[in-house]
């Protein structure tokens, strides 16, 4: 096994109290917070509501974008602009409305709202034609097959379905959406074995789109819409696929070593849930569907470093049966140091990498696994391995007062 460093002799046990203290603080800071925010900060995936994700041709106005969904009713909008390091010619932004007091029917009014404050926002050059941004394939083939700008005749269906194809195939790849102007269509259409077949080449296909179609300033990208009802139900399938893999994990440690040992990797990662939901509340960072896959992730992880060192300290049992049990977990710390400093090093730089510069789409989801590589490394040593000890400690010492008593009892 690779070995980072030479042999080591730390008293882990010895430090179990500072251990501790450290827990019981961001346990503490992290729960002031919750109270203080009134629970965690949910995602649109738990609490219900509406977000739209749109991008502009140039930066965006958010102060005119905020008062037009004001006079709309919706004052309480969140806008956030996304920043792209890669692209900074990219302008993003997400609108999302908390739809909590809506009933189901009423879903989409919060999207045609934001729609709505868009459009009085950055109007179109001609309120008269639609938007080619927001236009699909089959409208606009259906626009072509009625003026039929290439002469195709009775072969025009099959032929435009295929220049629409390359036209929103254009926007959509190319363009992220948005075109900013018409003309910038003419290379692709003049690639176009179907445009090549026709007469007029690509100038009478623009001449139709112009005649038809207006360019806007912004494109709609995705718009994401779930229920009050449904979100509460995905919290509660959050909770509880997070108490079943815990639960799974207990019966197999308990199972593998002892139950004292299962008791123990649980509590220790149930530790490191409630730290890094401490610490999601403090920065206010949104709990989604995907940070609760990171937190699955993180538990697995922090319960395989767990049990790597319950492992080795039950090889040294065999070994050592007239060394303390603590004596026995430093052992087992020290060997296995280098192995997690290996591992979890590794897999920190990575996913620092990614909470750095991965985007803000994906900033939760990294700032989670950063937490809990950290936290969950922390806690194999600093939380589950004194627990064994401090509960063997307790029973010797509980089964020696009790020996002690019998004796007294007996002599007198």
């Known amino acids: 096994m690779l070995e980072l460093f030479g042999p080591v002799s730390i008293d882990w046990m ?27 900060l949910y995602g649109i995936d738990f609490r219900g509501g509406t977000l739209v994700y749109v991008r502009f041709a140039k930066e965006p106005s958010v102060a005119d974008i905020r008062s037009n969904l004001s006079q709309g009713g919706f004052p309480q909008a ?52 639609p938007d080619l941004n927001a236009a699909g394939a089959g ?25 629409a194809a390359v036209i929103t195939g254009f926007r959509d790849s190319q ?26 080449g690509p100038d009478a296909v623009l001449g139709a789109l112009r005649d038809t179609y207006t360019v806007g300033s912004f494109a709609i990208r995705n718009v994401e819409i ?25 019966v197999y440690i308990a199972f593998r070593f002892e139950w004292i040992y299962g008791a123990a990797a649980v509590l220790a990662v149930f530790h490191d849930v409630l730290i890094t939901l401490g610490l999601f509340s403090i920065f206010r960072f949104e709990i989604s569907l995907t940070v609760i896959a ?23 049992l065999r070994i050592m049966r007239r060394e303390r049990l603590a004596d026995v977990v430093n052992k087992a ?13 590794l897999t920190f730089l990575t996913v620092l990498v990614l909470f750095l510069l991965g985007g803000s789409s994906l900033r939760a989801f990294s700032f989670a696994m950063v937490v809990g590589i950290v936290v969950g490394t ?27 008593s019998l004796a007294g009892s007996r002599g007198r």
């Not at 010895?14 to 629970?39: E, M, N, P, Y």
């Not at 606009?140 to 032929?159: C, K, T, Y």
Request: net charge positive.
């Open 78 to 129: 969140n806008i956030q602009k996304i920043g792209n390091v890669n692209r900074p010619d990219i302008h993003e932004v997400v609108i999302g409305l908390d739809e909590r007091e809506l009933n189901e029917q009423k879903l989409d009014a919060g999207r045609v709202a934001i729609e709505d404050a868009l459009r009085r926002s950055f109007p179109v050059p001609d309120a008269s034609k």
């Open 14 to 40: 010895g430090k179990a109290k500072f251990f501790v203290s450290l827990s019981l603080l961001l346990l503490a800071i992290g729960t002031i917070s919750l109270i203080q925010h009134g629970g965690p």
């Open 378 to 404: 922390y806690s194999s040593f600093g939380i589950a391995a004194p627990l064994v000890v401090t509960w063997y400690r307790w029973r010797d010492q509980r089964g020696a007062v009790g020996a002690g």
């Open 175 to 200: 363009r992220g959406g948005l075109l900013t102007g018409i003309d910038e269509l003419r290379q692709p259409l003049a690639a176009s074995p179907d445009v090549q077949a026709g007469h007029g």
């Open 226 to 250: 779930v229920g009050p009802k449904v979100g509460a139900e995905l919290r509660q399938q959050a909770l509880l696929a997070t108490l079943y893999a815990l639960a799974g994990m207990l």
């Open 139 to 163: 409208a606009i083939a259906e626009m072509l097959v009625r003026r039929d700008p290439l002469g195709f005749g009775a072969a025009a269906a099959d032929r435009y379905k295929g220049v």
């Open 294 to 316: 990171a937190l699955l992730t993180l538990v697995g992880y922090s319960m395989n470093d767990t049990i790597v060192i319950f492992d080795r300290v039950r090889e040294n």
């Open 333 to 345: 710390i020290n060997q296995t140091l280098s192995r997690t400093i290996l591992t979890s090093g």
